[in-house]
Structures are given as structure tokens and as C-alpha cells.
Nanobody, 123 residues
Framework: QVQLVESGGGLVQAGGSLRLSCAAS????????MGWFRQAPGKEREFVAA????????YYADSVKGRFTISRDNAKNTLYLQMNSLKPEDTAVYYC????????????????WGQGTQVTVSS
């Protein structure tokens, strides 16, 4: 089992940067595929980025490609999301999630979720 706690959200102006962290507890983090998702008010939860375990591969939503970078530090049991060139449309609650099996971009296929951290980008 994996427990996840996000941090690093906040208020930033358009064009600014934030780095989100997701601290994981549980001995299976290093063998878990990890993902970042976000949910804006009145919208469905959407995929942002994912990273596999083992042979590292990363996946990004088209809307964040080139601006966001997902990474993981297995020694620290921590997942990161570096967000640059932020836009007002990036405003949402950001969640990290973990799953076994293969990496996917489908929220319903993830087993464990954090409580979320708010990111607000002002114009």
C-alpha cells in the first residue's frame, strides 16, 4: 500500500513556475507507476503527466508538454512535477497517484491518491 501527500501548490502569476512534490510512504513506491492529475472546478479530473518505474519513461498531456517535467527520486520516496511557463488555464487541484501494472493515463486505473494541492495562476 502507498500513502501519498502532495505539497508545493500556491498562487503564482502567469509565466511563473512552481514545483509540486508528492511524498510517498510504503515500501512499494519504487515499483509503482506514478502520475499527476488535475481537476479544475466543474471539470473532470484530467491526466497531466506520468512516470514509469524500472526503465524510466515519461508521458505528458499535450497541454503541458514542453512546460512541465515529471521526475521521481526513489531514494527519497518522492515524486515531483516542475511546472514552468504557467498559464491561467493550469489552475486546478493537482493530485498525485500510484498504481502497479503498466503506466497509463486513465485516472480510474490508479489505485492510490493523495489529497491534492491547489495551484492558482493569475493573469
Amino acid at each position: 500500500q502507498v500513502q501519498l501527500v502532495e505539497s508545493g501548490g500556491g498562487l503564482v502569476q502567469a509565466g511563473g513556475s512552481l514545483r509540486l512534490s508528492c511524498a510517498a510512504s510504503g515500501r512499494t513506491f519504487s515499483r509503482s507507476h506514478m502520475g499527476w492529475f488535475r481537476q479544475a472546478p466543474g471539470k473532470e479530473r484530467e491526466f497531466v503527466a506520468a512516470i514509469s518505474w524500472g526503465i524510466i519513461k515519461t508521458y505528458y498531456a499535450d497541454s503541458v508538454k514542453g512546460r512541465f517535467t515529471i521526475s521521481r527520486d526513489n531514494a527519497k520516496n518522492t515524486l515531483y512535477l516542475q511546472m514552468n511557463s504557467l498559464k491561467p488555464e493550469d489552475t486546478a487541484v493537482y493530485y498525485c497517484a500510484a498504481k502497479g501494472g503498466i503506466a497509463t493515463m486513465t485516472p480510474t486505473e490508479y489505485d492510490y491518491w493523495g489529497q491534492g494541492t491547489q495551484v492558482t495562476v493569475s493573469s
